[in-house]
C-alpha cells in the first residue's frame, strides 16, 4: 500500500517542522512529516539551556520547550514520530518504517530536513586508544538532559564553536567543570555568545593552538595528549567531549540517486531548495555543517514557499542555467546550480564557507563579470552568506565565486 | 568437546575481545597460504565446515570474490606464480586476468591496475557472528563460560590441573591453552614456552557504506615476505574497510590507532579506488594478532601434561577456527580418549549481514534505537538476555552493530546507555 501526500518532509527538527507550518498555513492540504525519533524536535530537544527562539516566537525558550512549540506550532500538518525513512527513491518514493511496520509513501514533493550531526572521533583520525569517554556533544546532552545521568566527571572540551559553549552550560547543568577547552586554531570558532560565555568562563580555561594528539586510557578515557607547538603535553582527564565540525546526516542522500556536493556533504540544490531530482528538496542544516535552530527555521519557511511554487508547476522544469564554479579555499557554496528566474520576491541566497582560515576578497563573477565582492577573513566552521538580486543572474551561463585569499 | 564438561575462561569482559576482535574478516580458501603447513590444513577444513554450517547457524557469506591486483610491471611477473602456489595449495579456480578483464569486473578500480589473479573462493564473512555462534552451541551441549577470569597461574599433579584465576581455583582434567595474544605466557604455566608472541598490530578504516559499491571483489596486493599488506574489501554490515598496516608492538592487550597510519590507510584506499575521496570514514580500528618467530601455527598437543596448545594463530584465525576445532578434536580424543558423538543442537544467531533481511525489515520490528545501523531495540534487548549475553558495551555493539556506524553514537549513544543500564553480564 502506498500512502500519498503533496508534501513530504522527512525530519521534525526545526526545518522540518517550519516548513511544515508553514505549508499547512499557505493551504496545502496533506502535509506529512516523519520523525524518526520519539518526540519532534531535533536537536533542540537535547539542548536544555535557554536561547532559542526569540526571533521566531518573540520570547526565549529553553532547548525543550522550543522543540514542543515548534511542534505545536507545526500540528495541523500530519507529524509522525517513530517513522524512519529507510530509501529514497525517483519521483518521491520513499520507503519507511514504524511501529506498524513498513510502509511506502509517495508525495508531489518531498523536503529532506535531516539535519546535521558532529563528526565522531573515528572521522577526526585521533590517535589512542578507544576507550568509553570519548562522545559528541549529541550524545553528551542526551545523557544530561533525556537520560540524567553524566558518563563522566573530569572532562576536557574539544572544541570552541557555538556548539562547544553549549556543552559547557550542558556540563554546568549537570554540576560537572571539565578541566579545560581547547581549540586547535589560534582564536575562537564561535561569534558572540560563545565568548562571552567563555570569559564569564565557569573557570574553565581556554586553550587555543592547542591540538589534541592522542587518547589513553583501557576501558574508560584515563588521560590525553595535546600539542600546542612544543611536543606532547599529558592531562588526566576520564573524558573527552568532541564538539561540533558538524555534518550533513544525509546518508539516505548519498545511498540514493540525489546529487551530493562533495564539498558540503549535502545535496546540491537550486535556488529553488530543489535537489538534483526535482521531486526532491532539502533545507536547513542537512545542506551543510551546523547554523543555529532559527536560521534552519526560517530556512524552512523559505523552502516552503518553494515547495508551493512546485505544487503550482511555477518552478522551471529545464536544466539549471548554470552550475556554480568555486575557485580559491572554499569547501563549498551552494545553491550549486542557478536558474535566472525568480520565483518570488526573495534575492538568491548564498552560503559558502572556508576549507581553511583565510584573508581576501570573496567575488561573484557572473558571466566574466564581478557583480559583486566583499573583504573577508573567516575560518572553517564560520558561516558566511550574502544575498545577490536575480537581476545579477540574467541571461547568466557561467557562476563564478572565488575567494582570492592569501 | 562433544559429551565432555568444557569450560571455557576468558579475561576479559566478553569474549571476542582480544586477537578476535580486530580483524579483515575474511574467509580464506588457502591459496597464498604456507605449503604444507598446519595453518593452510586448518583454513581449508575450516573453509569447508563453515560451508556446511553457515545456513544452520544463520551466519553471512558475501560471495565477492578476490582479486590479487598488480599495480607495476614487478608485480604482474609475480602473478603467474601466485596462480602456480594456488593450484599447489589445493585452489584448482585460481586464474589470472588480464587489464581488460580487471577493468570489466572492477570499473571503480584504479585505472593503473595491470593485471590480476582471480580467487573466486575468497569471501567476506561476519567477524564476530561467527565465534558468537560457535561459543552459543558450545554452551547448548553443556559447555560453560566464564567472563573476567584471567588465568595467573597453575599446577599439574600427574592427573589433573589445578589454575589459579582471578575468580579463584579452578580444577581441569585437560588444558587448552588458546590464550590469543598472552599464549606465551598462559604456556609458560605447563613449560618453557616453545614460542614467543610479538603482537603485530593492524590498523583499519572503515568507509561509510555508500563506499561499498565501488568494489566487488576483495582487492588484495602482490604479498611481500613480511605481510599481505592493505586490502581494500567490503564488510557484511555494508561498509568498505581499508587495511591492515602491520606493525609490531610489544603491549599484548592495547592496540593504539594513529592519525599519520590511519591517513595513510585512506590515501591506499584512495589510490586503489579513487573514489573513495568522496566517502566519508565511519570508523577506525586497531586489532593485535598473535605473531610469533615461526610463519606456522604453534599447535601441540601434550599428552602426559595433559595439556593442548593452540598459539600464534595469525589473522587467518576465523577461517581457521573451525578446521582448528576438527584438529584438536581428534587429537583429543586420540590421546584422552573417545568422545561421544552427539547430534549438533543448531543455535542460529541474529543476521546482521546487510545482504540478508535485518531485522528492522520484519513486519513487528518496533523502535529504531541506532539510526545509522538499524538496529532495533528488540535486538538489543536480545543481546543483552539469553545464554551469553554481552558482557560489557563492546560486547553487545558487536552482538547488534549499535553505535558502530557513521555517528558513532552522536544519536543513540545514551538510549544505549540506558536501555542497557546495569544489564551486562557479571
Known amino acids: 500500500m502506498t500512502r500519498w501526500s503533496d508534501v513530504l518532509i522527512l525530519g521534525g527538527g526545526p526545518a522540518g517542522l517550519s516548513a511544515a507550518r508553514e505549508l499547512r498555513k499557505l493551504g496545502v492540504k496533506q502535509v506529512t512529516l516523519l520523525e524518526r525519533e520519539h518526540e519532534l524536535g531535533g536537536i533542540p530537544r537535547h539542548c536544555g539551556h535557554t536561547g532559542y527562539g526569540l526571533r521566531e516566537f518573540g520570547k526565549l525558550y529553553t532547548g525543550p520547550d522550543y522543540a514542543r512549540r515548534l511542534a505545536d506550532e507545526a500540528a495541523e500538518a500530519d507529524l509522525r514520530p517513530r517513522m524512519t525513512a529507510l530509501k529514497i527513491e525517483p519521483g518521491g518514493l520513499v520507503r519507511a518504517t514504524g511501529p506498524g511496520g513498513m510502509e511506502d509513501l509517495q508525495a508531489k514533493a518531498v523536503l529532506l530536513a535531516f539535519g546535521a550531526r558532529e563528526t565522531p572521533r573515528s572521522a577526526r583520525l585521533i590517535s589512542g586508544t578507544r576507550p568509553f569517554g570519548v562522545m559528541n556533544t549529541g550524545a553528551l546532552q542526551q545523557y544530561v538532559y533525556l537520560h540524567g545521568r553524566c558518563p563522566f566527571e573530569r572532562p576536557v572540551v574539544v572544541g570552541s564553536e557555538l556548539v562547544s559553549f553549549s556543552t559547557l552550560l550542558t556540563l554546568k547543568h549537570a554540576g560537572i567543570k571539565p578541566l579545560a577547552m581547547i581549540e586547535e586554531q589560534p582564536r575562537i570558532i564561535a561569534r558572540h555568545p560563545g565568548e562571552w560565555i567563555a570569559r564569564l568562563g565557569f573557570g574553565v580555561p581556554l586553550m587555543t593552538n592547542t591540538r589534541l594528539v592522542r587518547i589513553l586510557g583501557q576501558d574508560r578515557v584515563e588521560g590525553i595528549e595535546v600539542d600546542r607547538g612544543f611536543g606532547p603535553e599529558h592531562f588526566d582527564c576520564d573524558g573527552v567531549i568532541l564538539t561540533g565540525k558538524f555534518r550533513p546526516e544525509a546518508a539516505l542522500i548519498a545511498a540514493s540517486h540525489v546529487e551530493i556536493d562533495p564539498g558540503s556533504n549535502g545535496p546540491a540544490i537550486d535556488g529553488y531548495f530543489r535537489c538534483s531530482d526535482h521531486t526532491y528538496f532539502a533545507a536547513g542544516n542537512v545542506l551543510r555543517g551546523i547554523e543555529t535552530a532559527g536560521q534552519c527555521w526560517r530556512e524552512g519557511k523559505a523552502a516552503a514557499h518553494m515547495l508551493l511554487a512546485r505544487l503550482e508547476s511555477r518552478l522551471p522544469q529545464r536544466q539549471a542555467d548554470a552550475r556554480v564554479a568555486i575557485q580559491g579555499p572554499l569547501q563549498y557554496v551552494y545553491p550549486q546550480r542557478i536558474y535566472r528566474d525568480a520565483p518570488t520576491t526573495n534575492p538568491l541566497l548564498f552560503k559558502a564557507r572556508v576549507s581553511r582560515p583565510a584573508r581576501g576578497r570573496l567575488s561573484v563573477i557572473v558571466d566574466g563579470a564581478t557583480v559583486w565582492s566583499r573583504r573577508l577573513s573567516a575560518l572553517p566552521e564560520r558561516r558566511i552568506d550574502w544575498q545577490l538580486p536575480y537581476k545579477n543572474m540574467k541571461n547568466c551561463q557561467q557562476v563564478t565565486v572565488e575567494f582570492d585569499a592569501a | ?426
Open chain 2, 1 to 426: 568437546m562433544a559429551g565432555m564438561e568444557p569450560l571455557l575462561l576468558e579475561a576479559a569482559a566478553d569474549i571476542l575481545n582480544g586477537a578476535s576482535k580486530g580483524n579483515s574478516a575474511l574467509l580464506h580458501t588457502g591459496f597464498d597460504a604456507l605449503e604444507r603447513s598446519v595453518e593452510i590444513s586448518c583454513m581449508q577444513a575450516g573453509y569447508r565446515e563453515y560451508m556446511e554450517i553457515k545456513d544452520r547457524l544463520n551466519l553471512p557469506l558475501i560471495e565477492s570474490g578476490a582479486l590479487v591486483v598488480a599495480w607495476d610491471e614487478e608485480q604482474l611477473a609475480k602473478l603467474p606464480g601466485i596462480v602456480e602456489k594456488a593450484h599447489r595449495n589445493n585452489v584448482p579456480d585460481v586464474t589470472q586476468i588480464d587489464r581488460n578483464a580487471l577493468r570489466k569486473r572492477e570499473p571503480f578500480l584504479s585505472a593503473r591496475g595491470l593485471g590480476a589473479v582471480l580467487v573466486p573462493g575468497e569471501h567476506v564473512i561476519d567477524p564476530w557472528s561467527a565465534p558468537l555462534a560457535y561459543a552459543h552451541q558450545g554452551l547448548a551441549h553443556g559447555g560453560r563460560i566464564l567472563r573476567r577470569c584471567r588465568v595467573t597461574g597453575g599446577n599439574f599433579d600427574d592427573r589433573r590441573w589445578r589454575l589459579q584465576t582471578s575468580l579463584g581455583e579452578i580444577d581441569a582434567g585437560v588444558v587448552i591453552n588458546a590464550a590469543g595474544n598472552h599464549g606465551d605466557i598462559v604456556e609458560a604455566i605447563n613449560r618453557e614456552s616453545p614460542f614467543a608472541i610479538t603482537p603485530r598490530k593492524g590498523q583499519f578504516v572503515v568507509f561509510d557504506k555508500p563506499a561499498s559499491k565501488l568494489i566487488h571483489a576483495i582487492i588484495l596486493p602482490v604479498p611481500t615476505e613480511r605481510t599481505k599488506g592493505v586490502v581494500v574489501c567490503r564488510t557484511a554490515f555494508g561498509n568498505l574497510l581499508v587495511g591492515p598496516t602491520a606493525e609490531d608492538q610489544t603491549d599484548r592487550d592495547s592496540a593504539e590507532v594513529d592519525q599519520a597510519a590511519l591517513a595513510q590507510l585512506i590515501d591506499k584506499g584512495i589510490e586503489i579506488v579513487p573514489g573513495l575521496s568522496r566517502h566519508t570514514i565511519n570508523a577506525s580500528y586497531a586489532g593485535l594478532r598473535p605473531a610469533t618467530q615461526f610463519k606456522d601455527y604453534q599447535i601441540s598437543v601434550q599428552g602426559p601434561r595433559r595439556w593442548i596448545t593452540i598459539g600464534g594463530i595469525r589473522s587467518t584465525g576465523l577461517t581457521s577456527a573451525l578446521g582448528i576445532a576438527q584438529m584438536v578434536g581428534q587429537a583429543f580424543a586420540e590421546t584422552f580418549g573417545e568422545m561421544r558423538e552427539q547430534e549438533p543442537i543448531w543455535t542460529p544467531v541474529p543476521n546482521l549481514a546487510e545482504d540478508r533481511p535485518r531485522h528492522y525489515l520484519t513486519p513487528a520490528a518496533g523502535d529504531i534505537v541506532c539510526h545509522c545501523e538499524w538496529v532495533t531495540r528488540k535486538e538489543i534487548d536480545a543481546a543483552l538476555e539469553g545464554p551469553l549475553p554481552a558482557g560489557d558495551l563492546g560486547g553487545l555493539k558487536r552482538r547488534t552493530r549499535c553505535m558502530m556506524g557513521r555517528c558513532q553514537g552522536f544519536y543513540c549513544a545514551a538510549n544505549v546507555a540506558t536501555l542497557a543500564d546495569g544489564r551486562f553480564a557479571p
